[in-house]
Nanobody, 123 residues
Framework: QVQLVESGGGLVQPGGSLRLSCAASGSIFSINDMGWYRQAPGKERELVAVVTGGGSTNYVDSVKGRFTISRDKALNTVDLQMNSLKFEDTAVYYC?????????????????WGQGTQVTVSS
């Protein structure tokens, strides 16, 4: 099948930077959008940034100018560079993608999530 594996979370001071990475693996035929979501304690999960199959990007207003999403289509990876981090960026960050994979002669499309990586901004 398909798996998304994230890395790069951690503890950082306000104003600092972190880079999150997500790699998709498995019998992948194609990947459409790849995105990052986050969920803070007591809050709903929200879309942070997304990059389409065509390379267009979109960000939630609160991270515009600070975060940059990028993908490597050959490697099936998506990164999130986070700069000028704020206390309110503290959350568990999840990678998400809609992926078509093959199994034998058949193709299947599913919505996949990574396991989540904790980002904590604290002084």
């Amino acid at each position: 099948q398909v798996q998304l594996v994230e890395s790069g979370g951690g503890l950082v001071q306000p104003g600092g930077s972190l880079r999150l990475s997500c790699a998709a693996s498995g019998s992948i035929f194609s990947i459409n959008d790849m995105g990052w979501y986050r969920q803070a304690p007591g809050k709903e999960r929200e879309l942070v940034a997304v990059v389409t199959g065509g390379g267009s990007t979109n960000y939630v207003d609160s991270v515009k100018g600070r975060f940059t999403i990028s993908r490597d289509k050959a490697l099936n990876t998506v990164d999130l560079q986070m700069n000028s981090l704020k206390f309110e960026d503290t959350a568990v960050y999840y990678c998400n993608s809609k992926i078509t994979y093959y199994s034998g002669s058949y193709y299947y499309t599913g919505d996949y999530w990574g396991q989540g990586t904790q980002v904590t901004v604290s002084s």
